[in-house]
């Protein structure tokens, strides 16, 4: 019994009936206390446990480490949270590093709290502590979720998928990571985070409004790339002339209260950096900027 001495619904008796089939072994069955929803705390059989295919890819630095940390504390003390998507298979959308691990360890079994229903998947990646998301991780992790939610809510929209996606230059963002795993985002998050917003389209029309998004930002990037090789060609180099050129060309100023639209406000930026003049670039006002601004570019 739980700690409300309550039967628990059919789909958790259910749920816990596979996991027994599936090799694993369920340990209690227990409302959460914020809810009051039905979970399994179980041990899953290691091999039938996998990364949710929505999440960022792992970090080999940080598996590493929480390799050593575990081995030298000689027991696993944090559970995953698990969906199963269908019998046999059982996905982690919160806890993949620490999976990892346990697959590099060959631990018999996998220690799970096993959330009932499945579509929470999409609510928990937002709930992903275990190691601090960068740009980029995140942006790959919201498009892979973009991708999966339009295959199987192809008539909801983006914003009603706000909370999950958190932040509309996210998506964008993703599709350019995919393509360019060095593409500079940290440089163009500033401007895109003021005009990307979600899309009231449903996701497959919203994806493709997407990629002529990324199209527009690719094309702002080529620009900024050929005012970053003639800065060098002067002989000044800086990990933050990115950002310091394109806080001197975008078309959004403080000072407007009205923003542009997204094409408009990458068409503009794109001419401004063609017409950039790099004679009055110094490298101490660089540097100066790079003290007082953002961390720079990727």
Request: glycine share 4%; hydrophobic share 40%.
């Amino acid at each position: 019994m739980t700690q409300k001495d309550k039967e628990p619904s059919r789909e958790a008796q259910a749920l816990a009936a596979q996991v027994e089939r599936d090799g694993g072994r369920v340990l209690a069955v227990y409302q959460e206390p914020v809810g009051g929803h039905w979970q399994i705390f179980c041990l899953l059989p290691r091999e039938r446990c996998e990364a949710s295919p929505y999440q960022r890819d792992l970090s080999p630095a940080h598996v590493k480490r929480l390799t050593e940390a575990i081995k030298r504390l000689d027991r696993f003390v944090d559970p995953i949270v698990a969906i199963s998507p269908r019998p046999g298979v059982y996905w982690t959308p919160n806890g993949n590093h620490r999976r990892a691990v346990l697959d590099k360890l060959k631990a018999d079994a996998v220690p799970a709290i096993l959330v009932v229903e499945k579509e929470v998947v999409f609510d928990v990646l937002p709930l992903n502590v275990e190691k601090a998301h960068n740009l980029k991780e995140k942006s790959l992790e919201v498009i892979r979720m973009y991708r999966a939610l339009a295959r199987e809510e192809p008539s909801s929209t983006e914003e009603a998928w706000a909370f999950q996606l958190e932040s509309a230059h996210f998506i964008t963002l993703g599709l350019l990571y995919e393509e360019n795993r060095r593409f500079a985002g940290g440089a163009f998050a500033p401007i895109l985070r003021r005009v990307d917003k979600f899309l009231k389209l449903t996701l497959p029309k919203g994806l493709d409004e997407r990629k002529e998004r990324a199209d527009l930002v690719r094309e702002a990037d080529a620009a900024l790339g050929e005012v970053v090789a003639k800065i060098k060609k002067r002989g000044i180099t800086h990990p933050y002339v990115k950002n310091y050129v394109l806080a001197r060309t975008t078309p959004l100023t403080r000072a407007r209260k009205t923003l542009p639209p997204f094409d408009q406000t990458f068409r503009k930026l794109r001419e401004n950096l063609k017409a950039f003049d790099v004679s009055k670039v110094r490298y101490d006002e660089i540097q100066r900027s790079a003290i007082m601004g953002a961390p720079a570019a990727e």
